[in-house]
């Protein structure tokens, strides 16, 4: 299957600092990314869908200014978590698709983001 | 709303089979997924259904009846790396995938 790398895989942060995280699509055109967010235990949450070039769509619930997405090239999607709290700790996992190849998503490795 | 059902948990022995069920309602339907997660990783994809009937992949079949609403993944001769979270997914009619909380499945020797 297509190839989606996420780094970093691991960071941890001081509150109120910011933290950058990628998402490359090596071997496919991503015509759209989705970023996710996971608790222990819990299902996938949606946060936000970007398609190359346009802004990204927000789920209801999820603050845009502290969850920037960037969509700037077919390859690659970045989501930068500012202002980082203790509360953002959590799992964040991107997946990319060729709309125009592809029916299923392939996810990237998944970030651990710990906030101290 | 929509809303996708599946067991939290389910139990098996090392080379069994087990069948984890998934049901949903969604507004739209445009196929139907099955990932695998291991904790602490990003999910896999497994299988896609969008038509009626079984798909066959090695130990892995899924099932899909869209007449209702209803779908299985069908593992067999279960190793024990296969202890993992299944999670099923369906894509509704805005293209956007409805996630299950995913079926937390432990393999026993």
Same mark, same amino acid.
Request: proline share 3%.
């Given at each position: 299957?297509?190839?989606?790398?996420? +780094?970093?895989?691991?960071?941890?942060?001081?509150?109120?600092?910011?933290?950058?995280?990628?998402?490359?699509?090596?071997?496919?055109?991503?015509?759209?990314?989705?970023?996710? *967010?996971?608790?222990? !235990?819990?299902?996938?949450?949606?946060?936000?869908?970007?398609?190359?070039?346009? !802004?990204?769509?927000?789920?209801?619930?999820?603050?845009?200014?502290?969850?920037?997405?960037? +969509?700037?090239?077919?390859?690659?999607?970045?989501?930068?978590?500012?202002?980082? +709290?203790?509360?953002?700790?959590?799992?964040?996992?991107?997946?990319? *698709?060729?709309?125009?190849?592809?029916?299923?998503?392939?996810?990237?490795?998944?970030?651990?983001?710990?906030?101290? | 709303?929509?809303?996708?059902?599946?067991?939290? %948990?389910?139990?098996?022995? %090392?080379?069994?089979? =087990?069948?984890?069920?998934?049901?949903? #309602?969604?507004?739209?339907?445009?196929?139907?997924?099955?990932?695998?997660?291991?904790?602490?990783?990003?999910?896999?994809?497994?299988?896609?259904?969008?038509?009626?009937?079984? %798909?066959?992949?090695?130990?892995?079949?899924?099932?899909?009846?869209?007449?209702?609403?209803?779908?299985?993944?069908?593992?067999? %001769?279960? #190793?024990?790396?296969?202890?993992?979270?299944?999670?099923?997914? =369906?894509?509704?009619?805005?293209?956007?995938?409805?996630?299950?909380?995913?079926?937390?499945?432990?393999?026993?020797?």
């Amino acid at each position: 299957g297509a190839v989606v790398s996420q +780094h970093p895989s691991r960071v941890i942060c001081k509150s109120g600092t910011s933290v950058k995280i990628e998402c490359r699509s090596l071997d496919f055109q991503a015509t759209t990314m989705f970023w996710y *967010r996971q608790f222990p !235990k819990k299902s996938l949450m949606l946060m936000a869908t970007s398609n190359e070039g346009s !802004k990204a769509t927000y789920e209801q619930g999820v603050e845009k200014d502290k969850f920037l997405i960037n +969509h700037a090239s077919l390859t690659l999607s970045t989501l930068t978590v500012t202002s980082a +709290h203790p509360e953002d700790s959590s799992f964040y996992i991107c997946s990319a *698709r060729d709309d125009r190849a592809h029916t299923e998503a392939f996810f990237g490795q998944g970030t651990r983001l710990t906030v101290v | 709303g929509q809303n996708i059902d599946q067991p939290t %948990e389910m139990t098996a022995t %090392e080379g069994a089979i =087990v069948q984890i069920n998934c049901t949903y #309602q969604t507004s739209g339907f445009n196929g139907l997924f099955w990932y695998q997660q291991h904790a602490g990783e990003a999910p896999t994809f497994l299988s896609y259904n969008v038509l009626d009937g079984l %798909e066959e992949k090695g130990r892995f079949s899924s099932f899909l009846s869209r007449s209702k609403g209803y779908s299985y993944l069908l593992l067999k %001769e279960l #190793q024990m790396k296969d202890s993992a979270s299944y999670l099923c997914a =369906v894509m509704d009619s805005n293209y956007q995938l409805i996630w299950g909380a995913g079926t937390k499945l432990i393999i026993k020797p």
